[in-house]
């Protein structure tokens, strides 16, 4: 079946660092990747997205790469900050603008020591 | 417009009670969608409406299972005669009709015992 992630992994950084968050995903029909943070307690909050036309997109410290022959995808998180405490996830939608239905991973815990 | 909200935050239950979740979205968003999201897992898609019509429903959603959005509005999810299985957070979430990201309320979480 379609699946999107890794069981929950953990990321611990320093403070300063660099983050780097991985995801596969397995539908080769998927054409948009979203990014998401949620923090305890809270719903998901939108990061960055990316469309499979696209190996590359940076917004404010986040860069998110997108390598369709693997079917691999990454954030990266630059200088990470203690307020980037939170678990992430990917999604993505292999159904098109029709629906906009998005499949997630499990996520993953990054944890920023000061 | 402050995002989306969600009401309750917390709902705690008896088994076989029945419970109502309420979602207002954007208001300009046409689309609007709830997901179940357990301890340590991503979301799972439930339904999702493009105005007052409800366009998809997920196996997840069971007879047990009724969400509306009858003007186009706000949205409902009930759940009736709940079972400790149902315990999770129901997020709420909406988009304009284009494909893009989505806005996600604070969630309700449900706790059946």
């Known amino acids: 079946g379609e699946s999107v992630g890794l069981h929950l992994p953990t990321l611990s950084v320093q403070e300063g660092d660099n983050s780097i968050i991985n995801c596969a995903y397995s539908n080769s029909a998927s054409d948009y990747f979203i990014w998401y943070k949620q923090e305890s307690g809270k719903g998901p909050q939108f990061i960055i997205d990316i469309r499979s036309n696209m190996d590359k997109r940076q917004g404010q410290r986040v860069t998110v790469l997108l390598n369709k022959t693997v079917k691999h995808l990454s954030l990266q998180i630059a200088a990470t900050q203690p307020g980037d405490s939170a678990v992430y996830f990917c999604?993505?939608?292999?159904?098109?603008?029709?629906?906009?239905?998005?499949?997630f991973g499990t996520g993953t815990l990054l944890a920023v020591q000061p | 417009d402050t995002g989306v909200s969600q009401n309750p935050r917390h709902k705690i239950t008896k088994r076989g009670q029945n419970v109502t979740f309420r979602c207002d979205p954007i208001s300009e968003h046409n689309r609007l969608y709830w997901y179940r999201q357990t301890l340590g897992q991503g979301p799972e898609f439930l339904t999702y409406f493009q105005n007052e019509a409800q366009l998809e429903k997920s196996r997840l959603l069971s007879d047990r299972f009724s969400a509306e959005r009858p003007k186009g509005s706000f949205s409902t999810l009930e759940i009736q005669r709940t079972e400790q299985g149902d315990s999770a957070m129901y997020l709420c979430?909406?988009?304009?009709?284009?494909?893009?990201?989505?806005?996600f309320g604070s969630g309700t979480r449900l706790t059946v015992v």
């Open positions: 979430a909406s988009s304009p009709t284009t494909q893009g990201g989505y806005t």
């Open positions: 999604a993505e939608n292999p159904y098109g603008g029709a629906t906009n239905k998005l499949i």
